[in-house]
């Protein structure tokens, strides 16, 4: 029976050290997202300093441009996320069930988080 319990507790710092390691990754991925759209920003701030020199191709290009930047941003992230989530699969298997229910809430959460960011990212970049 300690076998168990010792099984039960390793795989339980396995799944907690990769769920951290999950969310250092999607703030990493996020801050660069951001980052890249801030440069976006004071780029656009320095085209429209002249706002009558063709400043509404201008804004449309940038616009485009953050569009292709939040675009790539995304799929580097679900990428990255999708790695991470097929090492969860097995591990969660081997959860007991209480905790197998919390991770699947967990996944289900930072989907849900991860739609809500695109819905503003995709306003914004409209």
């Known amino acids: 029976m300690p076998e168990i319990n010792e099984t039960i507790s390793t795989t339980a710092k396995e799944v907690a050290n990769a769920a951290r390691d999950l969310g250092y990754v999607v703030i990493g991925a996020s801050v660069i997202g951001l980052q890249k759209a801030q440069v976006r920003r004071q780029e656009l701030r320095k ?3 002249d706002p009558l ?14 569009a292709t930047a939040f675009q790539e941003a995304d799929a580097r992230v679900e990428e990255v996320i999708g790695r991470i989530e097929a090492v969860f ?3 969660e298997d081997r959860l007991p069930e209480p905790a197998r229910d919390l991770a699947k809430q967990l996944h289900s959460q930072a989907r849900d988080a991860r739609a809500q960011l695109r819905d503003l990212v995709a306003a914004f970049a409209a």
């Open 47 to 49: 085209n429209l300093a």
């Open 53 to 66: 020199a063709g400043a509404e191709q201008r804004l449309e290009g940038v616009r485009g441009d953050l």
């Open 89 to 91: 699969v097995p591990l």
